[in-house]
């Protein structure tokens, strides 16, 4: 008994009755014929390359090509289309008198209104038809397929892209329709000019409909590209970046910008969470940091000319660069200057369970009279968790920081710092 409840769901159906139908026209061959279409399956990608200029198909290679080209892709358009309709009643949306009920329903049975039944009953069976091959494997194959060819597209990331994502394959289909059917609709009028009044070409708008295409693929293909150097396999990952089109791109972007690395060995505690690429984007710049807030100082003699001073400035909030010198001050009393660093190191205090702080080395970077600056070199590195890509990240960066002090009386003027380049 055939469906009476509504749309009938055929994908189940669809695979079995095309191998059927496949099988059915094998069994039908002849012995030669059966070996001939055997040959053709085997090399079918090599019929496919040589049947295109320039050909170098034998005659023979030839005949067995045409043979069997049209046979392979037995589950088309119109295959699907008349497995929808098999599914329907008598009076359903595909039986022919169906714009009866229409008329009935919405034009109260006026008789100047059939036409407009009619017409009503063409776009609700081919938007119908539509939607099933919509909703199937092998409807969304066709779309991918039909992209590729329309715009003859040879890159494997951006075909791997498109086969990713079905939906925007159908979205590109509908896309250059809608341009052409506007390419028609302008050719019909007076050519447009511009501002100087100079006629411009008509039938653009597929031309540039493609190129805005061509523009999104070459973006997802970056996706893809980048999925397979970052090696990531998990689905609801890829799953993320195609989705999230353009986040993607701006986390792409960052990737090569600056030094990240992808390091699910980062314990749980020890990263910060970024809920976006554009709050990863925003973290980095503010690391950045060449001036520091909330400085303190604090200068303790330790006798003699000897001195301990601490520096101390936030330059990530919660986050406190801390230098620890001791010195041995400037003899006022004698015309050279005798500053000297005994020790000098540096930490991080304050929320730092996410950032490394590695101090490499230090020295005078400058002396004139009275001042003293100290430039001390460190690696920092922090650790840092993509909330929706649920990817961990380690980011490094060189850091230098500027001490600057009184070399006479020990006093503290200011700490600043560049992070990274």
């Keep these: 008994m055939k469906n009476r409840l509504g749309w009938y769901n055929l994908r189940p159906q669809l695979e079995p009755d095309a191998l059927r139908d496949k099988n059915a ?34 005659a023979e290679a030839a005949r067995i090509f045409n043979q069997f080209n049209n046979r392979i892709d037995i589950a088309n358009t119109n295959f699907i289309e008349n497995k929808v309709r098999d599914q329907y009643e008598d009076y359903t949306v595909f039986h022919p008198l169906y714009w009866k009920i229409i008329l009935k329903n ?17 776009r609700l069976r081919d938007q119908t038809i539509a939607n099933q ?39 590109y289909v509908n896309r250059l329709r809608a341009a052409a059917q506007q390419d028609s609709e302008d050719t019909s009028n007076p ?62 972007n960052l990737f090569n910008v600056y030094n990240l690395k992808i390091d699910n060995t980062i314990a749980e505690s020890d990263r910060k969470e970024i809920n976006s690429s ?16 909330n400085e303190e100082y604090t200068t303790t003699s330790l006798g003699g000319r000897d001195r301990l001073i601490n520096f101390s400035a936030e330059y990530l909030e919660g ?22 660093i005994v020790s000098l190191n540096t930490k991080l205090t304050g ?7 590695e101090q490499d080395d230090y020295a005078i970077f400058s002396e004139i009279g009275d001042i003293t600056k100290i430039k001390v070199i460190a690696d920092i590195k922090y650790g840092l968790h993509i909330k929706p890509l649920s990817i961990s990240l380690s980011y490094e960066e060189a850091a230098e920081v500027f001490l600057k002090l009184n070399n006479k009386t020990g006093e503290a003027i200011s700490i600043w710092g560049i992070i990274g380049n």
Aim: aromatic share 10%; proline share 4%; charged share 25%.
């Design 25 to 58: 026209f094998y069994h039908n061959l002849d012995y030669w014929d059966r070996i001939n279409m055997m040959q053709f399956l085997i090399h079918y990608e090599q019929y496919k390359r040589y049947s295109s200029p320039p050909y170098v198909l034998s």
């Design 106 to 122: 919405k034009y109260h049975n006026n008789p100047f209104a059939a036409g407009s039944a009619k017409r009503d009953h063409n």
């Design 133 to 171: 091959i919509r909703r199937t494997p092998i409807g969304t194959t066709l779309n991918v397929d039909n992209i590729v060819r329309k715009l003859g597209i040879t890159d494997a990331d951006q075909q791997e892209w498109l086969n990713a994502n079905p939906n925007k394959a159908a979205e």
């Design 191 to 252: 050519l447009p000019t511009d501002e100087e009044g100079n006629e411009e070409p008509e039938g653009q708008a597929e031309q540039l409909e493609r190129i805005r295409i061509l523009r999104e693929l070459a973006a997802g293909a970056k996706i893809v590209k980048f999925i397979r150097d970052k090696r990531l396999t998990n689905h609801n990952q890829k799953r993320w970046l195609y989705d999230n089109h353009n986040q993607a791109l701006e986390l792409i």
């Design 278 to 293: 554009i709050e990863l984007n925003n973290f980095i710049i503010n690391s950045k940091n060449v001036l520091f807030e």
């Design 319 to 340: 986050v406190h660069i801390n230098a620890r010198l001791k010195c041995k001050l400037d003899d006022a009393n004698t015309s050279t200057n005798e500053f000297e």
């Design 351 to 357: 929320f730092t369970t996410f950032v490394d702080w």
